[in-house]
């Protein structure tokens, strides 16, 4: 049968052919969307992969836990001074000073000459007194001699008992005037003689606070201060807990402040008393003589008690926050753990533990603060503690 194409299709053709096309489009628009999804799908996911892949591991430094000989020691601040610092004044009667003959810093005799008072006054007073014990002296050997002759011829009956009696008496008193010129004489002599003011043991001239023309008075300011023997030693303060530490005669290294030069001493005397305020006591550090250790300088001593094997980390490795005192270690898994630990005292070389690590734990040295817990790292050992 002939289709004629100016024919119209019946009604429900039309809708199914319609239907058949809706189906299809839909079909191929689900086929894309799905196609779109698993391409994106796939590029974040191989995008996530490629960035995981580029986040670096950290590299941090560990040390290895071990036991080192940590030396205990006990401290001593204070300063050097003179052994026997003795203050020099004037011994006399007051003057105006006419001499000066020694300098500070000057080494010194015994009786050596430092320094004179005017004697303009004394000197005359010394001379007048020597004349009046010579004219005494004469007067008792004329008197002396008038009464032995008197003695001699007192048999014959030249002179009376009386007589000879009374030349006896004159003679005994001129005697004592002798004896009283001599004394006013010495007298005069030991007070021109403090007028010298002289050095009473060798040793060095600390510090001279006269000056030519100045009044000395007896009482007054020192003029001179001398360190007898030129010993110095070290006065410091020790705290109340290391006191039972120390011992007479423990070798101490002395350190002057801003120097490295370091000076042996021994302990020589430990205090008596505590001062009740600050909690501290006085202990004396005998010391060679030094030219460098002069009398006022501020000094640091330090005295090894004892030396005990204690576990030492460096101070950078120690944390602190709420919960207290902490270090980070390096696991098997290279994965950072949290350690509490218990420390124990300050080192020369860092920080001792009392507990919370040993053994071979690797311990993270520095920039702790930056890690977290369980995170990832690359440990690099610096050092192992010496054990």
């Known amino acids: 049968m002939t289709v004629n194409p100016n024919e119209q299709l019946p009604i429900g053709v039309i809708d199914a052919q319609e239907k058949n096309w809706l189906w299809i489009r839909a079909a ?94 004394l000197q005359p007073q010394v001379a007048n007194l020597e004349a009046a014990l010579e004219q005494s002296r004469a007067e008792a050997e004329l008197a002396d001699a008038e009464y032995h002759r008197a003695e001699a011829v007192g048999a014959s009956g030249a002179l009376s008992a009386e007589e000879t009696q009374r030349r006896k008496s004159a003679g005994a008193t001129a005697a004592a005037k002798v004896k009283v010129a001599a004394a006013q004489l010495a007298e005069a002599q030991a007070r021109l003689a403090r007028a010298d003011v002289r050095a009473p043991a060798d040793g060095l001239i600390l510090t001279r606070n006269v000056e030519v023309g100045q009044t000395a008075t007896p009482g007054g300011d020192a003029l001179f201060r001398l360190s007898e023997g030129n010993e110095v030693e070290l006065r410091g303060q020790v705290a109340e807990q290391d006191l039972p530490l120390l011992k007479v005669g423990q070798v101490v290294s002395v350190r002057l402040t801003g120097t490295s030069q370091v000076y042996e001493g021994h302990v020589r005397l430990l205090p008596a008393v505590i001062d009740p305020q600050t909690r501290l006591g006085m202990a004396r ?76 734990d690797q311990v993270v040295a520095t920039a702790g603060a930056f890690l977290q817990e369980g995170e990832l790292v690359k440990p690099v050992l610096k050092e192992s503690s010496r054990s």
């Open 28 to 121: 191929l628009i689900a086929a894309v969307v799905v196609f779109v999804a698993v391409l994106a799908w796939r590029l974040t996911h191989a995008l996530g992969v490629k960035q995981v892949a580029q986040v670096p591991v950290p590299t941090v430094t560990v040390t290895q836990v071990g036991v080192s000989a940590v030396p205990t020691t006990v401290s001593i601040i204070g300063t050097i001074s003179a052994r026997y610092d003795t203050p020099i004044g004037v011994e006399g009667d007051a003057g105006r000073v006419a001499a000066i003959y020694v300098e500070a810093g000057d080494q010194v005799k015994r009786g050596q000459l430092l320094a004179r008072l005017n004697v303009s006054v």
């Open 285 to 360: 550090v005998t010391l060679t003589p030094d030219r460098n250790l002069r009398p006022g300088a501020f000094a640091r001593a330090e005295v090894v008690v004892s030396n005990a094997e204690r576990v030492l980390l460096p101070q950078t490795a120690i944390m602190n926050d709420d919960k207290g005192s902490y270090v980070l270690i390096v696991n098997g898994q290279n994965k950072v753990e949290r350690r509490s630990v218990r420390v124990s005292g300050m080192a020369q070389d860092g920080v001792t533990i009392s507990e919370g690590v040993g053994g071979k």
